[in-house]
């Protein structure tokens, strides 16, 4: 265990090293993904200047779900590049083979491809709606911020989850689909909003299925003390983010299985 994380510093420092080796580069490609995010939520800061409030949710408490979704959609995209990108460069070219002759996990080996640092300007963004949130909205309770850290965690377990799901899939497809944006940038966009906003088998979807709903809607409904106008108990926010690795653990299930079944490919 303790060879497999001095192997993940190591490779994580070098993807560091190497960004970091033109730093106009990559703080401009930060900058740019920092005002690309923010326009969105001026979007949201648009809708809510024009009808004030969505399901009992006004600005400042929305400014919560933005936040929580995005910062841990950022460290996800930071840590996942390599299952973003497996298709492409793993399977169709066969250099998947290389990685199972060594001695280390497939998934570790993954992880460490890039640890990419441009999402940081999604990551800053979203700190800042949170934190403007956190401000602004009335009645936050100070002994439900503990949440915070515990909904981000889940949520980045969740997203990473989404993209070795999506790796997996390529064991089938070979190049990965880009249907499967529809769980990530489509669930970063669907988790901004309050969940009775959705239909009713949305709901079920974004809640079971997911879990998007556990790890950003219902800790901030606990936090902001709203009552759960769906039916479940207040508590539940407390343990709905280990959803997050719950979802995680499933698809590191599913990409095992896709691993045994690799027959390898290539042209």
Same mark, same amino acid.
């Given at each position: 265990?303790?060879?497999?994380?001095?192997?993940?510093?190591?490779?994580?420092?070098?993807?560091?090293?190497?960004?970091?080796?033109?730093?106009?580069?990559?703080?401009?490609?930060?900058?740019?993904?920092?005002?690309?995010?923010?326009?969105?939520?001026? $979007?949201?800061?648009?809708?809510?200047?024009?009808?004030?409030?969505?399901?009992?949710?006004?600005?400042?408490?929305?400014?919560?779900?933005?936040?929580?979704?995005?910062?841990?959609?950022?460290?996800?995209?930071?840590?996942?590049?390599?299952?973003?990108?497996?298709?492409?460069?793993?399977?169709?070219?066969?250099?998947?083979?290389?990685?199972?002759?060594?001695?280390?996990?497939?998934?570790?080996?993954?992880?460490?491809?890039?640890?990419?640092?441009?999402?940081?300007?999604?990551?800053?963004?979203?700190?800042?709606?949170? $934190?403007?949130?956190?401000?602004?909205?009335?009645?936050?309770?100070?002994?439900?911020?503990?949440?915070?850290?515990?909904?981000?965690?889940?949520?980045?377990?969740?997203?990473?989850?989404?993209?070795?799901?999506?790796?997996?899939?390529?064991?089938?497809?070979?190049?990965?689909?880009?249907?499967?944006?529809?769980?990530?940038?489509?669930?970063?966009?669907?988790?901004?909003?309050?969940?009775?906003?959705?239909?009713?088998?949305?709901?079920?979807?974004?809640?079971?299925?997911?879990?998007?709903?556990?790890?950003?809607?219902?800790?901030?409904?606990?936090?902001?003390?709203?009552?759960?106008?769906?039916?479940?108990?207040?508590?539940?926010?407390?343990?709905?983010?280990?959803?997050?690795?719950?979802?995680?653990?499933?698809?590191?299930?599913?990409?095992?299985?896709?691993?045994?079944?690799?027959?390898?490919?290539?042209?």
């Amino acid at each position: 265990m303790l060879d497999g994380l001095t192997l993940y510093r190591r490779m994580a420092a070098a993807s560091i090293k190497a960004q970091l080796r033109y730093p106009g580069t990559f703080a401009m490609q930060a900058a740019g993904n920092f005002v690309t995010t923010l326009l969105s939520f001026f $979007g949201l800061w648009s809708l809510f200047r024009r009808f004030g409030s969505i399901a009992g949710w006004d600005l400042a408490t929305v400014a919560l779900l933005y936040g929580l979704v995005n910062i841990a959609f950022a460290v996800a995209e930071t840590l996942g590049r390599g299952f973003e990108i497996f298709g492409g460069e793993y399977v169709k070219t066969g250099n998947f083979d290389r990685l199972l002759l060594r001695p280390r996990s497939t998934l570790l080996l993954l992880l460490g491809h890039e640890l990419r640092l441009r999402p940081i300007g999604r990551f800053l963004q979203g700190a800042f709606v949170l $934190g403007a949130g956190l401000w602004m909205a009335p009645h936050v309770s100070i002994q439900t911020l503990w949440l915070l850290p515990w909904a981000i965690a889940g949520g980045a377990a969740m997203f990473l989850g989404v993209l070795i799901g999506q790796a997996a899939l390529c064991f089938v497809t070979v190049e990965g689909l880009e249907v499967v944006n529809v769980l990530t940038y489509g669930g970063v966009e669907a988790g901004q909003y309050p969940l009775p906003m959705f239909s009713r088998w949305l709901r079920r979807f974004l809640t079971w299925v997911l879990p998007l709903a556990g790890i950003c809607y219902y800790p901030a409904l606990l936090m902001v003390g709203h009552a759960d106008p769906l039916g479940l108990p207040s508590w539940f926010g407390l343990f709905s983010p280990g959803m997050g690795f719950m979802f995680l653990m499933v698809m590191g299930w599913f990409w095992q299985r896709g691993v045994r079944g690799y027959v390898s490919s290539g042209s």
